[in-house]
């Protein structure tokens, strides 16, 4: 089986504001609302390619009840844990001639409801696989990935990581099978400018030293490149498309990759599904549906260059 989780969810308010004025009154034209979180957003994609799965996490108050609302229609199982106070946050994204982002706190976790979730974890199996993505929420310890992945460091567990900066790099001596920054995430880490492909593989590859199996990073419109545990390094170009919506982007690559690899047991596959994910969401205005990740994976061819 594969499970998400979600630490830190939330009801995504989209405003469409074409000509937002500060400090005035303004009014949207259009507005949609969607359940926000990066471990829901890899686990509807791999639910519409086809691949089961069970989201964990938390949520609480009437915005977590439309979230468990929304996400029921998408298929895929929700384990999630009921917080007795507060409520998932709300973040809302004002699109106009700018995009601006107001996001929410979020409720407290209580160490009962974090022992809650970590039984549910401690329910995984030999062969099954775990997707950790996502900012900790402020009432959880900063450590929560590395405690997760070392409590299930002798059960032969596929990890996969989406996490940034240090979150990222704590977790690498537990071996992730997958960890995916993208090209700024890489300068960050390194506290370096990376201005081509070369130098870029270096870095990626200084990660993979220290303890990822596979570094999968994102180029946006330019493509992906994968540091393989097979010791090929592999590049698959963009997608050709107009951009709609960025976000999810990332969260369906990681969900692409996974399918890919585990219905080929091939990175080059893996690297080629994964970026038709990424593409299809970015050129859809939500996760993207079935039809338009077959559409754009048809276009894409993966080289090994070396």
Not at 91 to 99: A, L, Q, S, V
Request: aromatic share 8%.
């Amino acid at each position: 089986m594969i499970y998400t989780i979600t630490f830190n969810a939330s009801l995504d308010y989209i405003m469409q504001v074409p000509d937002f004025k500060e400090g005035e009154t303004n009014r949207s034209v259009k507005e949609d609302m969607y359940p926000g979180g990066k471990g829901f957003n890899v686990s509807t994609i791999l639910q519409r390619l086809g691949y089961p799965n069970t989201a964990l996490g938390f949520i609480a108050g009437f915005t977590g009840q439309q979230i468990k609302k929304e996400l029921a229609q998408r298929g895929f199982i929700c384990d999630l844990c009921e917080l007795e106070e507060g409520m998932t946050r709300i973040n809302i994204k004002m699109k106009g001639d700018k995009e601006t982002e107001i996001n929410g706190n979020g409720p407290f976790i209580s160490q009962k409801k974090l022992d809650e979730l970590m039984n549910k974890i401690d329910a995984l199996e030999k062969g099954d696989t775990l997707i950790l993505a996502g900012s900790i929420p402020s009432s959880l310890p900063d450590d929560i990935y590395e405690k997760i992945m070392n409590r299930l460091k002798d059960k032969e567990i596929r990890i996969l990581v989406d996490a940034t900066k240090q979150l990222l790099l704590n977790v690498l001596p537990y071996k992730p099978f997958l960890i995916k920054p993208n090209h700024r995430e890489l300068e960050e880490i390194f506290q370096t400018e990376i201005s081509n492909q070369k130098d870029l593989i270096q870095y990626a590859k200084k990660l993979q030293e220290q303890g990822a199996m596979n570094v999968l990073v994102s180029l946006g419109k330019d493509g992906a490149l994968l540091i393989a545990n097979d010791q090929q390094v592999y590049y698959c170009p963009g997608a050709k498309g107009t951009l709609i919506n960025s976000v999810g982007s990332g969260d369906s690559m990681v969900a692409g990759f996974l399918a890919g690899y585990l219905k080929h047991h091939d990175y080059s596959e893996a690297l080629r599904l994964g970026s038709a994910c990424g593409g299809a969401t970015a050129f859809s205005k939500d996760l993207a549906l079935k039809e338009t990740i077959d559409n754009i994976y048809q276009q894409l061819k993966t080289e090994v260059i070396q």
